[in-house]
């Protein structure tokens, strides 16, 4: 049984490069969540899929940031030209939407530091 | 901005005693969870209280919801150095229990052995 997973774990990059992540939930989860999470905060939730189509969008989610979920099995969230206020912890998650109160199951996230 | 504020932001104890973690949000929701977060790790879910519930329990965890108040607790008993972790609550709102969760700014519970 694997749970959800989250490439790369660490990423450290330069102010103003792209950056892509990628999760893959557990198999038979179709519902997808991406959160943010800085130093000493609780995850903020940046958007989530249901199969392959997205349907919330949190306003922190800026014209920089894209995810997408192709096929309605992982999920990648690209970030273009980072800024430093963009180093956090990118945590995913995944659920059934048949259970009503939607317990979530988190990957162990990517830590981007932007420089 | 985080709905769920815990209270208190850090708490430490002897390896023994019981921990409890309170947790005030300001809207109506539809379940409460507590989540554990190792330092720098993913977040583990603990345990999930719905909005019709008033206490449940799971192994040496009991969780507490006051609708009325808005809050919510969390009582880990016979604590462990293990049970060292961030500890946060999370609400799913009523008109949207199948998507986002709101978290609060969590608890750093520190058990010394």
Same mark, same amino acid.
């Given at each position: 049984d694997t749970g959800v997973s989250q490439n790369p774990r660490h990423k450290i990059t330069k102010r103003g490069q792209n950056v892509t992540f990628r999760c893959d939930p557990?198999?038979?989860? /179709?519902r997808l969540y991406w959160y943010r999470q800085t130093l000493g905060q609780g995850p903020e939730f940046l958007t989530y899929f249901q199969n392959e189509a997205q349907l919330e969008k949190s306003?922190?989610?800026?014209?920089?940031f894209s995810a997408e979920r192709p096929k309605g099995s992982f999920s990648t969230l690209e970030i273009q030209r980072?800024?430093?206020?963009?180093s956090a912890m990118y945590l995913c998650a995944s659920s059934l939407d048949?259970?009503?109160? /939607?317990?979530q199951f988190f990957g162990p996230g990517t830590r981007l530091t932007v420089l | 901005s985080q709905q769920g504020e815990e209270d208190p932001q850090a708490l430490s104890i002897q390896e023994g005693e019981n921990a409890t973690m309170n947790c005030s949000y300001k809207t109506s929701i539809n379940n409460l969870q507590w989540y554990r977060q190792n330092s720098g790790r993913g977040l583990v879910h603990l345990i999930l209280i719905r909005s019709n519930e008033r206490e449940k329990h799971s192994g040496r965890l009991r969780v507490t919801l006051d609708t009325s108040k808005k809050s919510s607790s969390l009582l880990i008993t016979a604590?462990?150095?293990?049970?060292?972790a961030s500890y946060f609550c999370a609400t799913g709102r009523q008109e949207t229990s199948g998507s986002r969760l709101t978290f609060g700014e969590g608890t750093q519970l520190t058990v010394n052995p």
């Open positions: 557990i198999s038979e989860h /179709n306003r922190l989610l800026s014209d920089r980072t800024e430093q206020g963009d048949y259970r009503p109160y /939607n317990e | 604590s462990r150095a293990a049970d060292t």
